[in-house]
Nanobody, 123 residues
Framework: QVQLQESGGGSVQTGGSLRLSCAVSVDPNTQRNCMAWFRQAPGKGREGVALIPRAGSPTYADAVRGRFTISQDNTRSNMYLQMNNLKPDDTAMYYC????????????????WGLGTQVTVSS
């Protein structure tokens, strides 16, 4: 099993930056080859933001490409989302997710989820 805990959310003004963190705890018998960030704005569905595979290049949603950067440390015990040039449309609850296999930035592809951290961007 995989346990995920997000942190780093907060309130910023338009153009500001935040760095989200996801602490990962994994059962030694569990494979975890894909990690991602999703977000859910009030009244909207949960959408993919960025994905980082165990091997290979990250994938970003069009809305955040060039502004957000996903990364993880060498032990893969922590995943990060650096968010720059934030906009009011980025306001949402941000969730860390993990899966055994990488099948794209799709909600149904991820098996384990954190409880989320709130990001609010004011104009």
């Amino acid at each position: 099993q995989v346990q995920l805990q997000e942190s780093g959310g907060g309130s910023v003004q338009t153009g500001g930056s935040l760095r989200l963190s996801c602490a990962v705890s994994v059962d030694p018998n569990t494979q975890r080859n894909c990690m991602a960030w999703f977000r859910q704005a009030p009244g909207k569905g949960r959408e993919g933001v960025a994905l980082i595979p165990r091997a290979g290049s990250p994938t970003y949603a069009d809305a955040v490409r060039g502004r957000f950067t996903i990364s993880q440390d060498n032990t893969r015990s922590n995943m990060y989302l650096q968010m720059n040039n934030l906009k009011p449309d980025d306001t949402a609850m941000y969730y860390c997710a993990a899966s055994r296999y990488c099948a794209g930035l799709e909600l149904a592809a991820f098996e384990w989820w954190g409880l989320g951290t709130q990001v609010t961007v004011s104009s």
